[in-house]
């Protein structure tokens, strides 16, 4: 679970625009077995070739979080075959903490750590407007 849950804090980073919390989770993902590929394929979301089933839900999911607060009932349905109940709830807590502290780092103006950077080939997501 510790790899899907990092995919969807990856894909809330992408789409919060946080470069910040994107290149931290970059090198974690990495740490946990991920493949830079994969962590690029992230940019593209749930439906890159990428995926096993169980990941492309649980981005899809994270798009539906994000886009209209709640996870739509066929990607549910689909969840709740692949994950028990415990793990259902854990997906909608990673992310909606995830995109408040995106939403932190960006409003707080957060810069990378020196040094900090994804791995070769991984992009920065676009940064917020700044004021």
């Not at 679970?1 to 804090?9: A, H, R, Y």
């Not at 798009?63 to 990607?75: C, H, K, Q, V």
């Amino acid at each position: 679970i510790e790899s899907e849950c990092e995919l969807m804090v990856l894909r809330v980073a992408w789409r919060g625009r946080s470069p910040y919390e994107w290149a931290q989770h970059a090198r974690i993902a990495v740490g946990l077995g991920i493949a830079p590929e994969q962590i690029e394929a992230v940019t593209r979301g749930a439906g890159d070739a990428a995926w096993s089933p169980l990941e492309a839900d649980l981005l899809a999911a994270t798009d539906e979080l994000i886009d209209d607060s709640r996870i739509a009932d066929a990607t549910w349905a689909r969840l709740a075959d692949q994950l028990d109940p415990r793990r259902l709830v854990e997906a909608v807590f990673v992310v909606g903490t995830y995109t408040c502290l995106a939403m932190a780092f960006n409003s707080f103006g957060i810069q990378l750590d020196p040094g900090l950077a994804p791995p070769p080939g991984v992009p920065l997501p676009p940064s917020p407007t700044t004021r």
